[in-house]
């Protein structure tokens, strides 16, 4: 693999362990209590970083979560350029992380499919 390939996905897994250190250890927004972050891509010029996190919230409180890290952002930026040298800090973006919803969600169905199936066998 290329080392231009491999140097952003590691400064994206440093930049998401780094935040949710942070998190878990400095903020004390409790809208963002619950959260994990699973991923983190970064632009290739470094000047932005989408941050993907789920939470263990209701659906309907996603919004509040966002809107946590969104005001968290400024202070998550200025502890991240005390721990991670970079020429460029990105200006971080928070976005929901569907996709484990949406695997529980279809494991159930296919369960729910299964079960079906083993009712009609018997």
């Known amino acids: 693999m290329e080392r231009r390939t491999l140097r952003p996905r590691r400064v994206a897994e440093q930049i998401r362990r780094e935040l949710a250190t942070l998190l878990r250890e400095e903020v004390k ?19 932005h970083a989408t941050v993907y996190f789920t ?9 509040e979560v966002a809107a946590g890290l969104e005001h968290a952002s400024g202070y998550l930026r200025h502890e991240l350029g005390r721990r991670i040298r970079l020429h460029n800090l990105p ?3 928070f976005a929901h992380d569907e996709s484990v919803e949406r695997g529980v969600r279809l494991s159930r169905l296919i369960d729910e ?10």
Do not use: N
Request: charged share 25%; no cysteine; proline share 5%.
């Open 91 to 93: 200006e971080l973006h």
């Open 113 to 122: 499919a299964v079960s079906a199936d083993r009712k009609h066998e018997h």
């Open 29 to 47: 927004d409790p809208r963002v209590r619950l959260v994990t972050l699973t991923g983190v891509e970064v632009t290739a010029d470094y000047a």
């Open 55 to 63: 939470a263990l919230s209701p659906a309907e409180s996603i919004g």
